[in-house]
């Protein structure tokens, strides 16, 4: 049967293609992208409440507005003046992503999108009818998205810019001037940018700054996915002008209705009570990051930039030969998950994503089997 035109250029998602092959025993697991932490005790008590009270019915599509003033709170702490009636709770940031999409795009319209960058951008502005237009983010430059960088690639097409700090696959944090900077060229240009900030609060040096305190061009998507570790829970949430809003909403009420009214709960609960829980999370991602930084420096060749958020590395093996090939390599023979860099991109090339959102000791030995096998091979 044929599927539809826009499906042809959408190829299965490459971290996916690798996690398929890395079933079976005695294999590390550096791909992923998900916190190893459970989510607060304040959450869990909340579902098992919600669960009681008989919360399992549709919520307003928009979210519970109880939660949505908590995201307003939290909103306010980044700079960002919002009311619930321009907030919108989400199936995650991914839904918040393809409704933005899907709210502004026509056929052919450009989205500019960060190259190496989130692998969804792309397949997520083709799904919406548009066309993805990578811009440049470089190595020599921490892999922060210049602004100039972004200006070279606007069309008479282009109607969107996507920007993630803290950045995946590089874990780049975007400096406040380089935000306000975007900022001034979506205004001179009348582009909304749609800032994917999920990893916000998770850093370890600088801070965050969001695009949305200084335009209000700015459609803030974020999640509670990598804060309070909630992957399998599927809450996000968006905020934008209130006429975005209410496009992304006829999107979002056909396709989704409402967000489970569970995870809302539990995301109720994060935002009210659980204070302190992110912190204290990322000091022990700060640990992790500077031991997977101290190992990468002890293999021949590997380069890496600092990441100052989230909670990847994306070294340098172009000594090595080519990503994909060099993952399938550390894969079958060291038995360790890591995503190629071209899964993120044209830009990715020569380098490995090695997520550091697991133990130590899964680190250290993951380290170990890559630089043993490294080693053998410049050897025979
Ligand atoms: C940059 C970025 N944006 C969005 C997402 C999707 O998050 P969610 O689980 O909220 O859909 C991810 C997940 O890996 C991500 O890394």
Known sequence: MDLSERLSHIDISGIRRIFELAKGEDVINLGLGEPDFPIPEESKEAVARALEEDLT???PSMGLHR????IAGKLKGNGISSAPE????TSGASEALEIALLALLDPGDEV????PGFVSYAPLTRIAGGTPVPFDVREE???EPGPEAIRERITKRTKAIIINSPGNPTGAVSSKKDVKEIAGIAEEYRLPVISDEVY???IYEGAHHSIGAYTDLAITVNSFSKTYAMTGLRLGYVHARREIVEGMLKCHQYVQASTCSLSQAAATAALEKAKGYTEKMTRVLKKRRDLILKLLGDIEGVNCVRPKGAFYVFPNFSAYGSSKDLAMTILKEARVVVTPGTAFGAGGEGH?????????EKIEEGLKRIKDLLRLQATT
Do not use: K, M
């Not at 939660?67 to 908590?70: G, S």
């Not at 321009?86 to 709770?89: A, C, D, M, S, T």
């Open 141 to 143: 430059e921490n892999f």
């Open 112 to 115: 500019l999108i960060p190259d």
């Open 67 to 70: 939660l949505r003033e908590q």
């Open 352 to 360: 490995l994503r090695l997520s550091y959102a697991t133990s130590e």
């Open 200 to 202: 916000d609060e998770i």
């Open 86 to 89: 321009e907030i919108l709770v």
């Open 57 to 59: 019915h549709y919520t």
